[in-house]
């Protein structure tokens, strides 16, 4: 069986976490394969509404087992929140956990690290979640980082206190950057022994046992593809590979045992954190959306930025990741507008063009003017249903991305989604 991979095309908060819970009964795993507590994965049903940073977004279904990979950054503090939470509430999530060993810790100085780096950067900072992703993942490509695996050494100890060393002698670089550890770090040992207590596995190998054994398998993604290290608009990005190779390497399986890729995005666009925004609307239609789409960080409760959807940006995501399906969120927000603009190209000194420019900064949009549908659609649950002008948009967004709409969803909800075509997992 191949693994399949879902993952946002835009600038995060697609709907990820929302789409994974709804396809999980046709999982035996979901995994995550990057990023960390910077993700914000929100799941709704029976009126309930949970927000997931480190667990994948299977673990409400009781058969499937749920995997935090190796590419995964893992702040221990975090993890043991999220599970004392759910588990409050009568989830049982542990015995349907599996962590990786070869996961890197986030350590309360890497949170202390990202927070000076972005404020010595001053009007150019990123808008970090200061979650510690950056520093974390500077740590691993550094050859410094300490994993989960490390935890069950005799040498723990001794090595946290040479990498926290090193990390406040960075810390003292900065200038007028004040810090207290004497509340954090006992919290952060106590989250130590706990997270000890969990499933701490060789994870490709159990991964790729899995996929011989025919399990079906889906690897959920973090972010988006604008966010990636190497394709997003680059420096304001995380610090991972968001894209369909970074499940390869995240989970320790080879290219060839990839099979479908789900690419998620909204009808319109989100982004939160600095960087260029083609689309961006700072007027009250953006407001509106905001309103209309409750576009606040589900990480740090931030506002986010709101504009018109970018086919060539959206495009370029599908190119990079190969995708097969595309799932259409938020397709109910647009209800409000009796008229929706879709960027078709951007205007350059040189004319018209598709490509993504190297300073997105300064790409002018060019826009088509589509109907929009005007009625609500949030209790639509078949094609059919749906409004003409939506299906014209849908059929417009699939000629222009050359790859079917499979799924669209309505609502928040597990139940608020529909089925364009016949999907056979
Ligand atoms: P993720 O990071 O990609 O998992 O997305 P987030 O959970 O950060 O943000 C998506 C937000 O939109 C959440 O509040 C979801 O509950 C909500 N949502 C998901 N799909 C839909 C949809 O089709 N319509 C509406 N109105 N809300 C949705
Ligand atoms: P989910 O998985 C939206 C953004 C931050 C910032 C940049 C770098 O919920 O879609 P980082 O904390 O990684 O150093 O921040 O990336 N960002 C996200 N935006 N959704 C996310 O995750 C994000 N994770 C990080 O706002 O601009
Ligand atoms: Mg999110």
Redesign the pocket.
Known sequence: MPIDVLL?LQ????G??KVVDTFTPHYDVVARFQ?GP????TIVFNGKKYVLHLIPSGIFHEDTVCLVGNGVVIDPITLKREIETLEATGEQIRGKLRISQRAHLILPTHKLL?AASEQAKGDQK??????G??PTYMDKTGRNGLRVGDLLSDEFEDRYKALVTKHKKMLDQFYQFEYDLSEIEPQFLEAVEFLKGLQLINSESFINQELKAGKKILAE????TL?DIEFGSYP????SNTTTSGACVGLGVPPSSIGRVFGIFKAYCT?????PFPTELNDEVGEEIRKAGSEF????G?P?RTGWIDLPLLKYAVQLNGVTDLIMTKADVLSIKDEIMVCTAYKTDEGLTQDIPFEQENAVPVYEPHKGWGVDVTEVRSKENLPQELKDYIKYLEGYLEVPITFVSVGPDREQIMEMHALEV
């Open positions: 946002g600038w995060g908060d697609e990820k976490g990023g910077n993700a914000g994965h990202d990123i808008g970090s979640t200061l979650r992703i950056g993604g973090a972010q988006g966010l304001f990005v995380t610090s982004r939160v954190g600095s960087g960080g589900a990480t740090t931030r986010r």
